[in-house]
């Protein structure tokens, strides 16, 4: 009777959904393939937003997908802006903070805009195809990320609304004293001709040895040898603002918020950026306490620019020690597969391939924390012309071209005249802000997604822990024997090697519950009886790693962990509960 | 003055032990109030069990003008002794503020006092049961096994302190010294010797992972959490560098002190009775291991001024890793010294011992670690040395003598607790720290004399007719030794000498800069500065760095 009710009303379901799936987008030919065509959020991908946008859309996820995404303020940025970290998992399953989480910022160079944009395309991207794309709501019920959408929230909104460079407001805004006059940030950049840019200055001068590029009027090249040039280039737009005889020498910021962290820290005159101390900004702060209050995440992507790459650890040459054979095994198997999905990024190690850094962040998410970390810098000359420059990374003149043909001109400013207090007549224009570096409008969408891509891969390889067999047998005087076999079926083991040896995170507890345990052991090999006893709480087993799909141990032949102990009595059954604090708990009646 | 003779001696009588937090607080805020024209006392920040980290700042005037030294104590929380100096320094200091060298030194500079940066870790001597604790109030599991505090010392011979526990076992690798046989000693094969005792720390292996007390209350030794050569995932080092909350509070204070010129720490490090020597081989990288040569002479120099003042037999204490001292030196950029003020004599007149490692002073006394001490064997033995010197001066309350007891861990076996008792090593009796206060107010005093004294010197005005006038000067150090130490002309929060022009009305510079920064002066170094002034009247001329002191002249151009 009861069943067929229950049918009758399935039916009823079911009709409905048929009737409504005639206008839903997303079961429609309207719904362009990996992309939602009816979000719940709209929102549009071609801008850059600003702290108000963030605020915005974070709270409207919240509002739409409130079983999905919540908000956690972590503390308040230096100008008492609150850093918030959208926490999104399926939050109807299981434990939410015990799910393996995956930690994504964003914009710690806030001059660096993509990386906010792609860490909120991200959060909306997974509310939106929760329940849609099998793939994005199984990684939901699994696992939990931790987004933060920017690090250095002031110098964002200093980027995007005050008169900046390409390079500049890269840091935080605690005021300094850069040239040591007493002073503090009193002689920054100067938006002379007031158009909100901050370009170049330059100068007609029988004895400047520049000119124009005459393909790109805005591009400054040098003459010739055996020609003379036009044009002095006297810096960036500013003027002696405090009668020092010297341009732009003290501006806003001028430290490095990613050399403020606690791996292999070194002071401003080995590391240039570096503060008082690991963690003398409270950005910084406010990210380590949240990192440690959160022991379950497992991976982590801190979004940079420029130059199309996934950097991995160390920073530092004399750290390679500390990146083990099996733990850069995992990398390099995310890694490669990532230079497929993003042309023309390549899969580098930070010191080796681009330069030192003492006192990173992903040095300190993978040292000091025992997390597999990847940094992606976003955006390639490659993408202009989808094929790879000869030439370096700011000589080359395709910016320009690519400016000509697809941007119409929007990147430069024409060179204007001005009346310079020091210089006298001089000109300003050249290279916008937020050129070079930071994605155009139309290709931003697609760069995040596939970065987006990259990072859920990443996110999928973090520990899955499963019991995949609980076996009695009966031993003499009244004894049963239980072993438990335990697998991680993801390339991430519980502990990253260099974890295990430095005992970073606590061993995954393995426990019997509900028998008499008198004894227990990790089983190094079961067919040939190799085990070694644990005298001390034997009902949980501590084991210090769960090794995943990549493990070298054993030939490779099998990755699994074994568990025994010795009962009293016996029962038909048994339960076994796997506690690791990266890689989740789970647990198994058989 | 009346009153604080009455402070002083009000607090001389009842001071006979070191003290707690409480006792010390009032103390050193009683001494303050006394004596409000010279002294305060603030709050620079709270340890991680939230008990105020005091600064006593004395100076005649605005401290943050004057050139300045820093004494910090306590950094150790083991090390009673230097908290204890350092504040009978501030009182003679205070008591004598009206006499010749100290009233110059209290007129001319400042005097920043930290007397306990660890006062968690401190406050051990009056809690039960006493042990000498290096490590802040966190909660922190030291073993990294997962579970907290889980392996604290036991009290088993109900004493109220924690020593050492012997056991009479086959695998024992100790034996009685042939010098003293109250210590033990490492048995040595090469000299015949066979062990015959087990040695570790009061207490019982309660989660049974074979070692001994290796996780009881407390955190991180914040000495060794330091930023310089900072040790990762060692016992007492804490998550990462400067990751607590004293770390930050001492450092914050002392980054953003640019006139703090040098630092003097009390601990069991010592680079005074033997300064560090030149090695180009460590100042050759892009991380610097040892001293610029320049440094390195100044810091022989201070040394020299160290052991002039009768500080004879100090037992050699190499600096340790993530340390406050060398932080204060390699990052901070400052001119950094450190002394435990106070060690045990030397018994009989022999030969100089210093060059010899010896062994650490706090090994052979259970710390938080709570690992058996390696002692170094034979008549060098830092046990064996200290209590021939106890015995001479009859001090009670440093021995417990071994006795039997049951331990559980070892049930059929006879057990044994005795040994050194806590903190007696480094912590003598309060009334022999009186000298010793003494003579570090000495080197305070001496060292204030040889500071860096910036001046301009030789100012002369010259009129090239038209309104057009040159100025020509120069800016001297008359102190003995440099305006800062050599490395700070490569740390960025190390203040240049600067020489800046204030003009008056109506005049430009038509030659010259306005700002003139320049790198350290050496001790008796000058650097001429000349300008062409356009107009007339007065304009003044400042020159200095806050290490230093900044000095200004007025000129009047005709």
């Known amino acids: 009777m009861l069943k067929k009710i229950f049918s009758a009303a399935l039916l009823c379901i079911g009709v409905q959904m048929a009737a409504f799936s005639q206008t839903d987008p997303d079961l429609t030919g309207m719904r362009a393939l990996g992309t939602p065509a009816n979000p719940k959020v709209k929102w549009a991908w071609n801008y850059y937003m600003d702290y108000a946008g963030i605020m915005k859309l974070s709270q409207e996820l919240v509002k739409a997908y409130p079983n999905l995404v919540k908000i956690e303020n972590i503390g308040k940025s230096t100008q008492g802006r609150d850093m918030i970290v959208l926490a999104i998992t399926d939050y109807k399953k299981g434990n939410a903070d015990r799910k393996p989480g995956f930690w994504i910022d964003g914009g710690i160079h806030a001059n660096e805009l993509q990386g906010t944009q792609f860490a909120m395309y991200t959060a909306w991207y997974l509310a939106e195809s929760f329940g849609k794309v099998e793939f994005i709501t199984e990684m939901l019920q699994d696992r939990i990320f931790y987004i933060l959408p920017t690090l250095s929230p002031d110098a964002r909104e200093q980027f995007l609304f005050k008169p900046n460079t390409a390079n500049s407001s890269r840091s935080g805004l605690v005021a300094l004293d850069d040239d040591g006059d007493g002073y503090v940030d009193e002689d920054g950049y100067d938006d002379l001709d007031g158009d909100g840019e901050i370009t170049m200055m330059r100068r007609k001068s029988p004895t400047g040895r520049w000119k124009e590029d005459p393909n790109y009027p805005a591009r400054m090249i040098p003459a010739k040898a055996d020609e003379p040039g036009e044009y002095e280039l006297l810096g960036i737009e500013g003027i002696d603002n405090d009668g020092d005889g010297r341009v732009n020498e003290d501006l806003p910021g001028t430290y490095d918020p990613n050399r403020d962290w606690g791996w292999g820290w070194q002071p401003d005159y080995v590391q240039n950026g570096a503060f008082y101390y690991p963690g003398t900004l409270i950005e910084t702060r406010n990210v380590k306490n949240f990192i440690y209050n ?16 996934f950097l991995r650890g160390p920073g530092a040459e004399e750290d390679q020690g500390f990146y083990t054979q099996s733990d850069v095994a995992v990398y390099d198997l995310i890694g490669k597969q990532g230079e497929k999905m993003i042309p023309g990024y390549n899969y580098y190690v930070l010191w080796k391939d681009l330069y030192t850094v003492y006192g990173g962040e992903i040095d300190w998410l993978a040292l000091a924390r025992g997390i597999f970390t990847f940094s992606n810098e976003i955006n390639t000359s490659y993408r202009l012309f989808n ?6 990374r700011f000589q080359n003149d395709e910016f320009n071209e690519f400016d000509k043909y697809l941007l119409f001109g929007d990147a430069y400013v024409k060179w204007k005249p001005y009346k310079h207090p020091q210089y006298g007549d001089i000109e300003i224009g050249g290279s916008k802000k937020n050129n070079v570096r930071n994605t155009p409008g139309f290709m931003l969408e697609e760069e995040g997604h596939r970065n987006m891509a990259f990072t859920l ?17 009966k031993l003499p005087g009244g004894l049963t024997e239980v072993t438990a076999t335990i697998i991680n079926t993801r390339a991430i083991p519980t502990h990253s090697s260099h974890d295990v040896r430095y005992k970073i995170e606590r061993p995954d507890y393995v426990t019997l519950k509900n028998a008499q345990v008198i004894s227990g052991m990790i089983v190094d090999d079961a067919d040939l009886n190799l085990t070694r006893e644990q005298k001390f709480n034997p009902q949980t087993i501590e084991v210090p790693n769960i090794p995943g799909t990549l493990t070298g141990t054993g030939g490779g032949s099998n990755y699994a962990v074994k568990v025994r102990w010795i009962v009293r009595g016996s029962a038909d059954k048994y339960t076994v509960e796997v506690d690791s604090m990266k890689g989740g708990v789970i647990s198994k009646t058989e | 003055m009346g009153l604080t003779c009455l402070a002083l001696t009000g607090h001389a009588q009842a001071q006979t032990s070191y003290q707690s937090y409480e ?44 050139p300045a030294l820093l004494i910090v104590a306590g950094l150790e929380g083991a090390h009673l002794a230097g908290t204890e100096t350092a504040i009978q320094m501030a009182e003679k200091m205070l008591a004598n503020a009206g006499k010749d060298s100290i009233a110059k030194l209290l007129e001319t500079k400042a005097i920043y006092i930290i007397p306990s940066a660890n006062p968690d870790a401190q406050e051990q001597w009056v809690a039960k049961p006493r042990y000498a604790r290096s490590e802040n109030g966190l909660d922190y599991d030291n073993d990294r096994d997962g579970r907290l505090n889980e392996d604290p010392f036991e009290d088993l011979n109900g004493d109220g302190l924690i020593t050492m526990v012997r056991v009479e076992d086959p695998t024992g690798t100790f034996i009685v010294s042939k010098d003293d046989p109250r210590v033990l000693v490492k048995a040595d094969p090469v000299k015949g010797e066979r062990g015959k005792y087990i040695l570790i720390t009061e207490g019982i292996d309660n989660d049974r992972d074979g070692k001994f007390n290796e996780d009881g209350p407390g955190g991180v030794h914040i000495d060794k959490n330091f930023t310089f050569d900072y040790p990762i995932f060692v016992d007492g080092s804490g998550d990462y560098a400067a990751s607590e909350p004293e770390v930050r509070a001492i450092s914050d204070f002392l980054y953003g002190s640019p006139n703090i010129f040098a630092v003097l720490t009390f601990g069991p490090n010592n680079n005074l009775s033997e300064a560090p020597k030149f090695d180009q081989s460590k100042v050759a990288r892009r991380i610097l291991t040892g001293p610029t040569q320049k440094d390195a002479s100044a810091m022989e120099q201070v040394s020299k001024l160290y052991n002039s003042l009768g500080l004879k037999d100090a037992p050699a204490m190499p600096q340790t890793k993530g340390n406050f001292s060398q932080t204060a030196y390699f990052h901070a950029g400052r001119f950094s010294f450190t002394t435990p003020g106070w060690w045990a004599p030397k018994v009989e007149a022999a030969k100089d011992t210093t060059k010899k490692a010896d062994a650490g002073a706090v090994a052979t006394t259970p710390a938080g670690g709570g690992s058996a001490g390696a002692a170094a064997a034979g008549a060098d033995n830092d046990d064996v040395r200290f209590l021939k010197w106890a015995d001479r001066e009859k001090l009670t309350d440093v021995f417990v003598d071994w006795k039997e007891i049951k331990h559980p861990d070892f049930p059929d076996k006879k057990a044994e607790v005795g040994g050194i008792a806590p903190y007696a090593k480094l912590n003598p009796p309060v009334n022999y720290l009186n000298e010793t206060a003494e003579k570090h107010l000495k080197f305070i005093a001496g060292l204030g004399m040889q500071m860096p004294d910036v001046q301009i010197v030789n100012v002369r005005t010259e009129s090239l007719g038209n309104g057009l006038n040159r100025i020509t000067l120069q800016v001297v150090n008359k102190g003995l030794l440099p305006t800062y130490a050599d490395i700070g002309d490569r740390v960025r929060w190390v203040k240049k000498v600067k020489t800046e022009l204030f003009l008056g009305n109506g005049q430009s510079i038509v030659s010259g800069r306005k700002i003139i920064l320049r790198n350290a002066l050496a001790a008796g170094e000058a650097e001429e500065y000349t300008w062409l002034i356009s107009g007339t009247g007065k304009l003044t001329i400042q020159a200095g760095c806050p290490t230093a002191g900044v000095v200004s002249t007025e000129v009047t151009l005709k």
């Open chain 2, 23 to 66: 006792q010390r607080s009032s103390r050193l805020r009683t001494l303050a109030s006394a004596n409000s024209s010279l002294a305060s006392v603030k709050s620079i920040g709270k340890s991680r069990g939230q008990r105020d980290i005091w600064l006593l700042t004395l100076s005649k005037g605005d401290a943050a003008k004057k």
């Open chain 1, 294 to 309: 959160h022991r379950n995440i497992a991976g982590a992507q801190s979004y940079h620019n420029f130059g199309g790459m």
């Open chain 1, 387 to 392: 094929k790879k420059s000869t030439e370096g």
């Open chain 1, 457 to 473: 891969l990443h996110a999928y390889h973090m520990p899955k822990i499963e019991i995949a067999e609980i076996k009695s047998k």
